[in-house]
């Protein structure tokens, strides 16, 4: 098992950049072994998938965030994190950290969440 805690959302005017955290305390199995991800969910909406990196820091987006996020990853302090840059309005969603074993998959809903984060992107 592993709890995630996120931090570093807010408030930032379109265009502008911002930087989210997401610390993990695995309870049984090395931080490493998991794969991480990030997914928003707004209100009336499904949550849906941003970023992930797996195990081998292997890395996938969503097509609207290509080229304008970054996820990464730091082993050595269990810490998984989201660079977004250029955001819009449409970005504006409660920000949700995410693991799962190995690799986090669009099509499988991961088995370890954080409580979220919200990033509200003003125009």
């Known amino acids: 098992q592993v709890q995630l805690v996120e931090s570093g959302g807010g408030l930032v005017q379109a265009g502008g950049s911002l930087g989210l955290s997401c610390a993990a305390s695995p309870s049984q199995r090395a931080f490493f072994t998991y794969g991480m991800g990030w997914f928003r969910q707004t209100p009336g909406k499904e949550r849906e998938f941003v970023a992930a990196i797996d195990y081998t820091f292997a890395t996938d987006y969503r097509d609207s965030v290509k080229g304008r996020f970054s996820i990464s990853r730091d082993n050595a302090k269990n810490t998984t994190y989201l660079q977004m840059n250029s955001l819009r309005p449409e970005d504006t969603a409660v920000y949700y950290c995410?693991?799962?074993?190995?690799?986090?998959?669009?099509?499988?809903?991961?088995?370890?969440w954080g409580q979220g984060t919200q990033v509200t992107v003003s125009s």
């Open positions: 995410a693991a799962d074993d190995l690799v986090v998959l669009v099509s499988r809903p991961p088995k370890y």
